[in-house]
């Protein structure tokens, strides 16, 4: 008797498997809105761990409306992010290129406190000035030798661009669960407005600080882009899910039956096979937002701190359900690319701090 049919075990859609090129994502694209006023897309944090909550469901087609039920959540510390510089894209024959940039003045009348990188100053010097014992780590965001800013901004205006969006960084001496101290420099996309309007929107806040609170609510959806937790080179059975082999196989059990006919010359690259597992870049979509608040008008922090984390002392969101990654890994954030429309209010009755250490 013939074996039955089934589905393949294993999605292609997600192939090739590869390791990502670094640890936090890079968004290409940004999705359009209807917004009015010209805002941020995205942001960035750090992932300190799971807890769990009570809220009351506020859906009323649900079969638990009015009623507290318990969700798994993530929290995720969102410190502010510097403003560095203002990108133009212009579109070619050969796609969108970038069409210029203007950066931030960097000179000595610069704010040591809000871009102490910038001012060459190093992590260990504002240990001392601050009384704290010096790190022994530390980087800098290089000083950047390119024209003028008014020049800059100046021919930015006068080329036919498609789209803005800016140059920040992250600010990793707020966060003490990381081990880097070294700002991740990465894009982020602007909406509404015309293009006149965004870049004098980018260039008002050269400089400055983009928080929180000033791109997304509680309440929203947002996708979730990151790199999922590495697992190393794995075999078939555990990377794909394929059925064990029958005990009387006179070679292995854990491999595949059959790597493919014998006229076509090589291995086929839809034949599952081992390889790498895990850290690869992943997107959430449609992620609830069910707070966004600061570690002094709540506490967050269970008892004993976040496992493999530590203590959250900067703005920070609970996101329902989990996020790819391992704790202190930098996840991104924008506004969903398939939205669905469904923003309503989080009634949250309990959030969990107990402790998370197994005991």
């Not at 992590?123 to 800013?149: C, M, Y």
């Not at 407005?193 to 929203?220: C, H, N, T, Y």
């Not at 794995?234 to 005990?247: A, D, E, N, V, W």
């Not at 493919?260 to 010359?265: H, K, P, Q, R, S």
Request: aromatic content about 6%; proline content about 6%; charged content about 30%.
């Amino acid at each position: 008797m013939a074996d039955r049919s089934k589905p393949r075990r294993g999605s292609m859609g997600y192939g090739p498997r590869k390791r990502a090129i670094r640890q936090f994502a890079r968004i290409t694209s940004w999705p359009e809105t209807e917004s009015s006023e010209v805002r941020v897309q995205g942001f960035a944090g750090w992932k300190a761990g799971m807890t769990h909550i009570l809220m009351r469901d506020t859906n009323p087609k649900s079969t638990s409306a009015g009623q507290e039920v318990r969700k798994a959540v993530t929290v995720v510390e969102t410190p502010p992010m510097n403003v560095l510089a203002v990108r133009g894209y212009k579109m070619t024959s050969y796609g969108k290129q970038t069409a210029g940039e203007v950066w931030t003045d960097v000179s000595a009348e610069s704010p040591a406190n809000l871009f102490p990188r910038l001012a060459n100053q190093t992590r260990g010097e504002r240990d001392v000035e601050e009384g704290r014992k010096p790190a022994t780590r530390g980087g800098r965001i290089p000083k950047r030798l390119s024209q003028p800013s008014e020049d800059a901004l100046n021919s930015l205006r006068e080329q036919d661009l498609t789209e803005v969006r800016l140059i920040v960084c992250t600010q990793p001496d707020l966060v003490r669960g990381i081990p880097s101290k070294t700002p991740e420099i990465m894009e982020i996309g602007l909406t509404g407005g015309d293009i006149d309007a965004k870049l004098d929107w980018a260039v008002d806040r050269l400089g400055g600080q983009v928080g929180l609170e000033d791109v997304f609510e509680a309440g929203q959806e947002i996708d979730v882009v990151g790199v999922t937790k590495g697992k190393g080179w794995q075999g078939s059975i555990k990377r794909f899910g394929l059925k064990l082999l029958s005990h009387k196989n006179s070679k292995r059990r854990r491999q595949g039956g059959n790597m493919g006919d014998f006229g076509t010359g090589y291995v086929r690259k839809t034949i599952r096979q081992a390889g790498q597992v895990g850290y690869h870049k992943r997107t959430e979509l449609n992620k609830k937002i069910l707070r966004i608040s600061n570690p002094d008008e709540s506490e967050i922090t269970p008892s004993g701190g976040f496992l493999n984390y530590g203590e959250v002392r900067n703005p920070y969101m609970i996101i329902q359900g989990s996020l790819p990654g391992p704790a202190k890994r930098l996840l991104r954030f924008r506004d969903p690319t398939r939205p669905r429309n469904v923003v309503g209010e989080v009634d949250l009755t309990y959030v969990s701090t107990s402790s998370k250490q197994g005991v």
